[in-house]
């Protein structure tokens, strides 16, 4: 059921809405980038293409527009100097915001008349799959 929810929701934007699908590949990179920081991994282009599933090429192209668009910037990373790691910058933040907002506005319409019980089960249980599938990847 989880993965009929996820291929739902992955052709929303519309075949012919380069805009709207681009900006979900921003959203997509800059996201990745965001949540390995906040686990304490260095995101390099390597460690994003494993965040979303995709092989180190694409990664590349995704990290680049990313910085071009102004949601990241590439530096030297802080342990090796010869990997470049991927931060957010302050619109990348800005842009994640948004999106996020966004997000809880969709969910908000799809648990319309949900009791805030069911809400708070509905959190715990996805904190749970998303916290054992990265315990999975260790």
Do not use: C
């Not at 390995?36 to 995709?54: D, K, M, P, S």
């Not at 071009?68 to 915001?97: I, N």
């Amino acid at each position: 059921m989880l993965f009929a929810f996820v291929r739902h929701w992955s052709r929303r934007p519309l075949a012919g809405d380069h805009q709207v699908a681009e900006q979900g590949r921003l959203v997509l990179v800059t996201e990745a980038v965001h949540s390995l920081t906040r686990r304490g991994i260095v995101a390099t282009v390597n460690a994003v293409a494993h965040e979303i599933g995709i092989d180190q090429s694409g990664a590349s192209r995704l990290v680049k527009s990313a910085t071009e668009a102004g949601y990241l910037t590439m530096q030297a990373s802080d342990t090796d100097g010869r990997q470049r790691q991927a931060t957010l910058t302050s619109s990348g933040l800005a842009m994640l915001d948004h999106a996020h907002d966004w997000q809880e506005q969709v969910f908000d319409r799809l648990a319309e008349g949900w009791s805030e019980q069911q809400r708070r089960n509905f959190q715990q249980a996805m904190t749970e799959l998303i916290d054992r599938s990265y315990a999975l990847d260790a």
